[in-house]
């Protein structure tokens, strides 16, 4: 399988190459990186929780299985990919998740950020996107889980505390994660998986329905655009765009940073940086 086509050229389909010279782009298959329940991981520390609903056996997994055996991604240089398969987060179990990461950023994180829970990357995430913020506020807002959940924070080196404000760290040092694209898988061509696939959006990059054949109705495809959610369509190992995915920068939540540091310790718990 090559790109999809006619993508947006900020899609992690069609990501732009860089012009600096410094090395070639790779391919990189998605089925080899690959993370889903058949792998042990030991994710009770630090309470982040990473768990899968784990494969049902039927066409909708049959089409998920063939889309991992075909397709391959163009990653610049220094950039990794790591997929997830079904993992649980608070809008359910999207099909797949690929996330593009820059490792000589993660590679430089304290081990401390081992330590760190699903509530603090709720704060961190606020304040990366608020700047500084004062202490009273925040104690006001999170109340009695505040101070540890400074402190964890702090210790991680992803934060800088102050007398009466804190702030997060350059976001480009702290958040390596590039580009998040959540797939849903569906044989029929419903509502329903369209709106699946929107709320996945909430910390995707972009976020697409994946369907196994190409044609589908204008209803349906003007309800996925109107929500920004893209339309591909894979029919004898070849992907077709039917509809564009609107293109976010991450992160966007909370949930986007859950990415980040899964990302991060399988490949730490995996020997990769």
Request: aromatic letters at 8%.
């Amino acid at each position: 399988m090559q790109s999809v086509m006619h993508a947006s050229p900020a899609s992690v389909f069609h990501m732009p190459l860089s012009n600096s010279g410094r090395g070639a782009s790779t391919h990189v298959a998605w089925s080899e990186c690959l993370v889903d329940p058949s792998e042990n991981h030991s994710w009770s520390e630090g309470g982040l929780g990473l768990r899968f609903r784990g494969s049902v056996a039927g066409p909708e997994q049959d089409l998920v299985l063939a889309f991992l055996s075909a397709a391959t991604l163009e990653l610049r240089p220094g950039r990794s990919l790591t997929v997830f398969a079904e993992p649980a987060i608070d809008s359910g179990y999207p099909d797949l998740v690929g996330v593009v990461w820059r490792s000589e950023v993660a590679r430089q994180w304290s081990i401390e950020r081992e330590r760190l829970r699903a509530a603090d990357l709720r704060l961190l995430h606020l304040l990366s996107t608020k700047g500084a913020l004062e202490l009273s506020f925040l104690r006001e807002v999170f109340q009695r889980g505040f101070n540890g959940m400074l402190t964890r924070l702090e210790e991680a080196n992803v934060v800088s505390v102050g007398k009466t404000r804190c702030r997060a760290r350059s976001l480009k040092s702290i958040f390596a994660v590039e580009h998040i694209v959540a797939i849903e898988a569906k044989v029929s061509a419903t509502q329903r998986v369209i709106k699946q696939a929107c709320a996945n959006t909430w910390f995707s990059s972009e976020s697409h329905a994946l369907l196994p054949r190409p044609q589908t109705g204008k209803r349906l495809t003007s309800m996925a655009a109107s929500l920004g959610v893209g339309m591909l369509s894979f029919e004898h190992d070849h992907v077709a765009q039917v509809c564009e995915a609107s293109i976010r920068a991450v992160p966007l939540s909370y949930g986007s940073w859950l990415f980040n540091e899964w990302t991060w310790r399988v490949a730490r718990r995996a020997g990769a940086i």
